[in-house]
């Protein structure tokens, strides 16, 4: 080959661990909607309520929460319907569930497509995160259809001016589950144990990000210190506000969830790309 003609692809290490390498993503972006595809229709592939599954899944715990929680227990959800408050905080909440659950394993699911052949590895969890946006659409769909019942029922509920901000509410829920799932997925190379922690953790984590329970009974309880720097706890909390028009939303809370997530994402491309050099002979 000529010296003077130049490669078409080079492979070459990286020198910036924060490096998503953009240009690489999107030239084999191909690829990344082939994995998004695959994670979509795998998902449910030879059951037979198959994509009604998205749907199952909220509203069996949005009815499970509203009779344990708001009947038996007697939790005051202000104005809002029970049920409606409690499809609100678990819509939100499966999105970062899913993308902090799915990519936590990344590195040891796919060992075996990553051992033969060569893509850019961050491809792997992005396109968790997309797909799961898809499923997220689904269930915030369903979650707009009760929202409307509600309406016409009479009932006192309003969204604001700052249901456009809801966007960035998605975007940090993703940055947050991505970050700490590439974290997880690196540290699960050496220690497996972690795949069971999570699973574990993220089943503690809801009690205590707002999902079921109201900000103002932990603030009853004097025990506001369990949710005030849970940033998950703040995006399931402005999510409640922005659609429903009840919530207790802070400054501080929203521009310490927006730093964290920024943080945990960033360095999670960190730690995720220092492990994918070596990861092969370790997991």
Not at 125 to 132: C, R
Not at 230 to 243: L, Q
Request: proline letters at 4%; hydrophobic letters at 50%; charged letters at 15%.
């Amino acid at each position: 080959m000529n010296k003077e003609q130049s490669w078409l692809y080079e492979i070459t290490p990286k020198n910036n661990l924060f490096d998503l390498n953009l240009k690489e993503v999107w030239r084999y972006r191909d690829l990344l909607f082939l994995f998004v595809k695959r994670d979509v229709v795998t998902m449910y592939k030879q059951t037979i309520l198959g994509p009604l599954w998205y749907l199952i899944q909220p509203l069996f715990t949005s009815i499970i929460f509203t009779l344990v929680f708001n009947k038996i227990a007697n939790i005051s959800t202000g104005g809002i319907p029970p049920f409606l408050f409690n499809l609100a905080g678990i819509t939100s909440w499966n999105y970062f569930k899913d993308c902090l659950t799915e990519t936590s394993d990344t590195f040891k699911k796919n060992q075996a497509i990553f051992g033969k052949v060569y893509f850019p590895r961050v491809i792997m969890p992005m396109s968790v995160v997309i797909s799961n946006l898809l499923k997220f659409g689904i269930q915030f769909g369903i979650f707009v259809c009760f929202y409307v019942y509600f309406v016409f029922k009479g009932s006192s509920i309003s969204p604001n001016m700052y249901m456009l901000t809801y966007p960035v509410v998605l975007l940090c829920m993703a940055m947050l589950g991505l970050g700490l799932g590439m974290i997880t997925s690196s540290m699960v190379t050496k220690y497996r144990d972690l795949t069971f922690l999570i699973s574990f953790g993220v089943q503690l984590l809801m009690y205590v990000s707002l999902v079921s329970l109201p900000y103002s009974l932990f603030k009853e309880n004097n025990l506001t210190w369990a949710v005030d720097y849970n940033p998950v706890a703040h995006i399931i909390e402005y999510s409640r506000y922005v659609m429903l028009g009840e919530g207790s939303v802070s400054q501080f809370g929203i521009l310490y969830t927006i730093g964290i997530s920024i943080f945990v994402f960033f360095f999670g491309i960190l730690v995720f790309n220092k492990t994918e050099k070596s990861f092969i002979d370790t997991i």
